[in-house]
């Protein structure tokens, strides 16, 4: 591994063992064992690192997404398909040390960390993108970019808030069953006009 390999490999390290503000780039730097000058040379600050870093940690959880390989066993586009990606997804936030705590800290101190903001901010839309063929089928390099920001976005908001309700209190947060039981409520609404 070069350099650049070493201080995202490193970044990735100080993020899960201390989060975004309390990383700093000397921690970086002792982690991967390179040298200060080197995150600027590579990725032009720490904070553009440490957005890179959690893009790269939440693409290694993304394969959890599809679970054991049974999602093939339901219809894309499928409230039994909704129910077991959700499933699935919730079930790495249920890990300890999980990722995605980061996300909070990260729309906690926003305004403290732009840059990472900013960063995380423009991967949402292939966030969504990458979760609608999840759920509905295709390929991610079909999906339109009209599709990515309304279904994409859907999709994104209620990770949001699972991420929100499962760091918050893992007690009361909602499994796929109730992800699912919910959706059926109001496709049935929607199909009568009335409300579920």
């Not at 921690?27 to 790269?56: F, P, R, W």
């Not at 499928?78 to 990606?85: I, K, T, Y």
């Not at 732009?114 to 991610?140: C, N």
Request: glycine share 12%; net charge negative.
């Amino acid at each position: 591994m070069g350099h650049r390999e070493d201080l995202l490999e490193g970044a990735k390290r100080c993020l899960l063992a201390k989060g975004f503000v309390r990383t700093t780039a000397r921690d970086i730097v002792k982690e991967s064992g390179t040298n200060l000058a080197s995150i600027g040379y590579h990725y032009g600050s720490k904070d553009a690192l440490l957005a890179q870093a959690y893009v790269s940690l939440v693409e290694g959880v993304g394969d959890a997404f599809e679970g054991d390989g049974s999602l093939q066993e339901t219809a894309p586009g499928s409230v039994e398909r909704f129910e077991r990606v959700w499933s699935n997804i919730i079930g790495t936030m249920k890990e300890p040390g999980s990722v995605w705590r980061l996300s909070m800290e990260v729309l906690a101190l926003g305004d403290r960390l732009p840059e990472v903001r900013d960063h995380l901010a423009a991967a949402q839309r292939e966030a969504g993108r990458g979760l609608v063929p999840l759920l509905m089928g295709g390929r991610e390099e079909e999906v339109t970019d009209e599709r990515a920001d309304t279904l994409g976005v859907f999709y994104v908001t209620l990770m949001t808030g699972l991420i929100a309700q499962w760091t918050f209190d893992p007690k009361s947060a909602p499994d796929g069953a109730q992800l699912a039981a919910g959706l059926r409520q109001v496709i049935e609404g929607a199909a009568t006009g009335d409300a579920p």
